[in-house]
């Protein structure tokens, strides 16, 4: 490739320059690693702030008023966002998903959606686009983020009790502004809506059945809760084993109180397993990343808020994106979405991550000594 004139990244992660490939792995056709897992879904972080402290994954005690975030100049722009989107997609990517820290906090997110919303498949479909939320501002964006094109939505909820969530989420917001956030996407048309409870033994685990219960009583065929492992994200969690509730006991207690039966997946890759209340009364879905990782299938690729590709939740290098959307080559040309599609194409083609397997038969090693990926800096 010659020298490059390449803009200094942030160097709180590690990431490698792409290399460029002269031929190969031309848009149009599907991509696939190493283990033969297609490339088909995006997830793109578009803040690292957030307005909850939530302590497994942003605690107060680090990221506190003095912590420093991304500056604005650091963040992809919503054309380089969508430029980088479109690429993915022509190697067949079909899902976006949007995520931060807090995506809501993204001045004029509305923006960004509709630009993305525009985007088709190679055979001319729309794009499945969809966001996570800790809900805190879904009340008075609703209405707007359906109308620049979102499709659905995904609350983080951790308890129904407002004393244990306020606690949860440690800034003493209620529970009741994000219920009527949840309220507010149903009258838009973000439905189906998911409800993520990220399930912490001894902390909220008493708030599974109650969560359940008024969802199916009050939310109706709309809305699906899903119960999450409490995983080993990052390096600031302080996370233990001892604190992870395994699904199986989370779907035993809600056998238990409302009979379940088991579902198929929906969909290839998809992370959650699935349950039916045997009553009619909707479905529920549990994500055992820690006690059944579901690394086989896994097809998602995850993009940083400043343009760093990782192909994992749990990797500690990514790929330096921006260096090749905003940097020069030895000409001064700026490089073209042939050459940045080539590099893309590469990079998962070699990709073999399997962290949570490795995890599982204790065989995952910590490496170099890099410190993992915050949750924060690449979503959920």
Not at 199 to 219: F, S, Y
Request: aromatic share 6%; with cysteine; charged share 25%.
């Amino acid at each position: 490739m010659g020298e490059n004139v390449i803009p200094l990244a942030d160097l709180r992660y590690a990431a490698a320059l792409p290399r460029i490939p002269e031929t190969g792995f031309d848009t149009g056709g599907l991509l696939a690693d190493r283990l033969g897992r297609p490339l088909r879904d995006l997830r793109i972080s578009v803040t690292d702030r957030c307005n909850f402290r939530c302590s497994y994954c942003m605690p107060k005690d680090v990221f506190d008023s003095q912590y420093k975030f991304l500056p604005q100049s650091s963040l992809l722009s919503f054309e380089e966002i969508t430029r980088t989107a479109r690429l993915f997609v022509a190697h067949g990517v079909v899902k976006l998903r949007l995520t931060g820290g807090e995506p809501l906090l993204r001045k004029h997110i509305e923006v960004l959606i509709a630009q993305l919303a525009a985007l088709r498949t190679p055979e001319g479909q729309a794009l499945d686009i969809t966001l996570t939320t800790n809900g805190s501002l879904l009340e008075r964006k609703a209405a707007a983020l359906r109308e620049a094109g979102l499709q659905r939505v995904t609350v983080s909820l951790d308890a129904l009790d407002d004393g244990i969530f306020r606690a949860m989420n440690d800034v003493d917001f209620p529970v009741a502004d994000v219920l009527r956030g949840i309220d507010a996407a149903l009258k838009a048309g973000l439905a189906p809506i998911k409800i993520n409870m990220v399930v912490k033994r001894g902390t909220n685990d008493q708030e599974i059945v109650p969560l359940a219960r008024h969802v199916r009583e009050h939310c109706g065929p709309g809305v699906v809760l899903r119960f999450i492992e409490y995983m080993d994200v990052g390096a600031t969690n302080g996370w233990r084993m001892n604190e992870v509730l395994p699904s199986a006991q989370v779907v035993q207690q809600l056998h238990e109180a409302f009979p379940l039966e088991a579902l198929e997946a929906s969909a290839p890759g998809e992370t959650a397993q699935r349950w039916r209340y045997r009553d009619g009364g909707g479905e529920i879905g549990v994500i055992s990343s820690v006690t059944q990782a579901f690394c086989g299938d896994c097809n998602r690729a995850r993009l940083s808020t400043e343009g760093k590709l990782f192909l994992c939740l749990f990797a500690s290098r990514g790929h330096d994106l921006r260096a090749l959307l905003r940097g020069t080559q030895a000409d001064g040309s700026p490089y073209s979405d042939e050459q940045i599609a080539r590099a893309i194409g590469l990079i998962w083609s070699e990709r073999e991550d399997r962290y949570s397997q490795l995890r599982g038969a204790q065989a995952a090693e910590p490496g170099s000594g890099e410190r993992r990926v915050e949750m924060h800096y690449i979503g959920g």
